[in-house]
């Protein structure tokens, strides 16, 4: 609240997802690409090997314009969307980690140098000097990995730093170790996956089987460290992450799961295509495991940004920029007047600040089917507990004519004809519709907190009786607010639910 709000019509997590994913995977592969370049560089000079020679220049070139143009474009592209995007988080990370920041800009201007100069180095220097400036371009480039990764698991697993606010704790956080030696296999992991996808190309045929068999050890290396540690990864982020959280992603951690065969996949068309039957590999297997490999990482990277939800720093901030600290202040002044640059309208700005980080009403993570066909005091009563419903949303402490002015914003730009109309339902399928919509968000069937056992087999009086009180029945539960339709229909469905209907 304490920076203006940037208004895009795109959804935030989009625009995020646009500039982060292929950031991340350029910079994770000019690490490994880096390594894999003066490795194979040693053993082609070593044989006096000229053909490899000229391979790794051909390569080189691919990953200097890659990762620098566009591995550099896209870093300071991210610096750009996060301070427009979560201008106080930003803040809080560069606050806590001034030092880390300036370390990782000085190894990140080196990793730039040294990258250029060794590209220019293959016909302009000694073979001795180009390889050192090469093992330079590594070191520098996986040291700012060790830097950056110790500001990325600081905001899913803060640790120590929430009580003490040492820079090191925040740094060497618990789950520092696990994710470096991870992100350091996928580094080795993609470098040997995209190697194969360039070297499936060469002629002739036997040198091609031999970078292919090369290649294909460097990919299934990366996949060794990358198993073991991903679990290590997992066992400590389930000491940090309350078990509820990790609970309530159930898509994320299901690609998790699978994440697990397509490692397995990989691995085993490697030791097929790329090590036993090295002559045949096809273009397309090659491009396809390229693929598989940077879909995997894509669910790793996914995942991490699903269980930190709400926050945006475990603990310390919500996504909306809210700080855990501050809850006694706004509970006590609610939100409007800490809100800087107010447009003038009150309900959108509070709109903005509360839901719009997450939620547009249209378009990505939509409101509108939540809200459509449903009333002003419904709306209200779900802007207040947010965080009862699924999906880990931050808390609402603003006031109750807060929510009511948030409430009357989104109802202006929902559908307001009735749940029948809108859907052209009715009997006990408009009533299913009015419990998806009205009840579903906290009761799904079948989910944590279902309450079909409470509410099958009850005569008619008792179902009107629970919906006359509705608003009793939980702290943070709505009043029953539907039409006269909607009820009778709505009575009509508990009628149809069985006992046990419950997990
Ligand atoms: C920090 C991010 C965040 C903020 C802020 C946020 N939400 Fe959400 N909200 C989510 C996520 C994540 C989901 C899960 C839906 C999904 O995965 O598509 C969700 C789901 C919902 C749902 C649908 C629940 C369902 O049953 O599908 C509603 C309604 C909703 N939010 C309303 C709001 C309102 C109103 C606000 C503002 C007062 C708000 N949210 C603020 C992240 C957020
Ligand atoms: C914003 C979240 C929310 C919504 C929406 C909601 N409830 Fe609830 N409900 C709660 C909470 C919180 C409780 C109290 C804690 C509990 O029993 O799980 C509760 C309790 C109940 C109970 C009491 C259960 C018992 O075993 O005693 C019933 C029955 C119930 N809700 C039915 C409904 C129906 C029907 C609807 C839709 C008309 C609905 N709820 C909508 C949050 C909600």
């Given at each position: 609240?304490?920076?203006?709000?940037?208004?895009?019509?795109?959804?935030?997590?989009?625009?995020?997802?646009?500039?982060?994913?292929?950031?991340?995977?350029?910079?994770?592969?000019?690490?490994?690409?880096?390594?894999?370049?003066?490795?194979?560089?040693?053993?082609?000079?070593?044989?006096?090997?000229?053909?490899?020679?000229?391979?790794?220049?051909?390569?080189?070139?691919?990953?200097?314009?890659?990762?620098?143009?566009?591995?550099?474009?896209?870093?300071?592209?991210?610096?750009?969307?996060?301070?427009?995007?979560?201008?106080?988080?930003?803040?809080?990370?560069?606050?806590?980690?001034?030092?880390?920041?300036?370390?990782?800009?000085?190894?990140?201007?080196?990793?730039?140098?040294?990258?250029?100069?060794?590209?220019?180095?293959?016909?302009?220097?000694?073979?001795?000097?180009?390889?050192?400036?090469?093992?330079?371009?590594?070191?520098?480039?996986?040291?700012?990995?060790?830097?950056?990764?110790?500001?990325?698991?600081?905001?899913?697993?803060?640790?120590?730093?929430?009580?003490?606010?040492?820079?090191?704790?925040?740094?060497?956080?618990?789950?520092?170790?696990?994710?470096?030696?991870?992100?350091?296999?996928?580094?080795?992991?993609?470098?040997?996956?995209?190697?194969?996808?360039?070297?499936?190309?060469?002629?002739?045929?036997?040198?091609?089987?031999?970078?292919?068999?090369?290649?294909?050890?460097?990919?299934?290396?990366?996949?060794?460290?990358?198993?073991?540690?991903?679990?290590?990864?997992?066992?400590?982020?389930?000491?940090?992450?309350?078990?509820?959280?990790?609970?309530?992603?159930?898509?994320?951690?299901?690609?998790?799961?699978?994440?697990?065969?397509?490692?397995?996949?990989?691995?085993?068309?490697?030791?097929?295509?790329?090590?036993?039957?090295?002559?045949?590999?096809?273009?397309?297997?090659?491009?396809?495991?390229?693929?598989?490999?940077?879909?995997?990482?894509?669910a790793f990277e996914w995942f991490r940004e699903s269980v930190r939800k709400p926050f945006i720093i475990s603990g310390y901030m919500y996504g909306n920029a809210l700080e855990v600290a501050r809850e006694p202040i706004y509970r006590?002044?609610?939100?409007?007047?800490?809100?800087?640059?107010?447009?003038?309208?009150?309900?959108?700005?509070?709109?903005?600040?509360?839901?719009?980080?997450?939620?547009?009403?249209?378009?990505?993570?939509?409101?509108?089917?939540?809200?459509?066909?449903?009333?002003?005091?419904?709306?209200?009563?779900?802007?207040?507990?947010?965080?009862?419903?699924?999906?880990?949303?931050?808390?609402?402490?603003?006031?109750?004519?807060?929510?009511?002015?948030?409430?009357?914003?989104?109802?202006?730009?929902?559908?307001?004809?009735?749940?029948?109309?809108?859907?052209?339902?009715?009997?006990?399928?408009?009533?299913?519709?009015?419990?998806?919509?009205?009840?579903?968000?906290?009761?799904?069937?079948?989910?944590?907190?279902?309450?079909?056992?409470?509410?099958?087999?009850?005569?008619?009086?008792?179902?009107?009786?629970?919906?006359?009180?509705?608003?009793?029945?939980?702290?943070?539960?709505?009043?029953?607010?539907?039409?006269?339709?909607?009820?009778?229909?709505?009575?009509?469905?508990?009628?149809?639910?069985?006992?046990?209907?419950?997990?």
């Open positions: 609240m304490h920076y203006p709000f940037w208004d895009v019509g795109i959804g935030y997590g989009i625009l995020m997802a646009a500039v982060a994913v292929p950031h991340v995977f350029v910079s994770h592969f000019a690490i490994g690409g880096g390594l894999y370049l003066i490795v194979a560089e040693h053993a082609a000079r070593r044989a006096g090997d000229d053909r490899h020679l000229a391979y790794l220049e051909r390569l080189s070139r691919f990953f200097v314009l890659v990762t620098l143009v566009f591995g550099a474009l896209t870093g300071v592209g991210i610096w750009f969307i996060i301070g427009l995007l979560n201008p106080a988080a930003t803040e809080a990370l560069i606050h806590t980690f001034v030092w880390g920041w300036a370390i990782e800009w000085t190894f990140f201007i080196v990793e730039i140098l040294a990258a250029a100069l060794y590209y220019y180095g293959w016909r302009h220097m000694a073979p001795r000097d180009h390889m050192v400036l090469g093992w330079i371009y590594f070191a520098a480039a996986w040291l700012s990995l060790f830097v950056i990764n110790g500001i990325l698991t600081f905001m899913l697993t803060p640790g120590k730093w929430l009580r003490t606010g040492s820079f090191w704790d925040g740094f060497f956080n618990p789950t520092f170790w696990p994710s470096l030696v991870f992100r350091t296999g996928v580094c080795v992991m993609l470098a040997g996956l995209f190697s194969l996808l360039i070297a499936s190309r060469e002629e002739p045929a036997d040198f091609r089987a031999r970078l292919l068999r090369r290649n294909s050890a460097w990919g299934i290396t990366g996949l060794a460290i990358m198993a073991p540690s991903f679990f290590w990864y997992w066992r400590a982020i389930l000491g940090q992450v309350p078990s509820t959280a990790v609970q309530g992603m159930t898509t994320p951690v299901y690609w998790i799961h699978l994440s697990y065969w397509l490692a397995a996949v990989i691995a085993a068309a490697l030791i097929l295509f790329g090590l036993l039957l090295a002559r045949r590999l096809h273009v397309a297997v090659a491009a396809i495991l390229m693929a598989l490999g940077l879909a995997w990482f894509g006590k002044n609610a939100y409007l007047r800490f809100i800087s640059c107010p447009s003038g309208d009150e309900a959108a700005d509070l709109f903005r600040h509360a839901c719009r980080s997450c939620h547009t009403v249209n378009g990505y993570k939509a409101l509108k089917p939540a809200f459509d066909g449903t009333d002003t005091a419904f709306i209200a009563a779900i802007v207040k507990s947010t965080d009862l419903l699924r999906g880990s949303m931050p808390p609402f402490w603003g006031s109750a004519q807060e929510a009511d002015l948030i409430a009357a914003h989104i109802r202006d730009r929902v559908d307001t004809r009735h749940l029948s109309e809108i859907y052209g339902l009715h009997g006990s399928e408009l009533g299913k519709k009015v419990y998806d919509v009205r009840c579903g968000g906290c009761h799904r069937i079948g989910g944590a907190t279902d309450k079909t056992g409470s509410l099958a087999g009850l005569a008619d009086a008792d179902y009107e009786g629970l919906l006359d009180m509705a608003s009793e029945l939980g702290e943070g539960m709505p009043a029953f607010t539907g039409d006269a339709a909607e009820r009778a229909a709505l009575i009509q469905y508990f009628k149809t639910l069985k006992h046990g209907g419950a997990e």
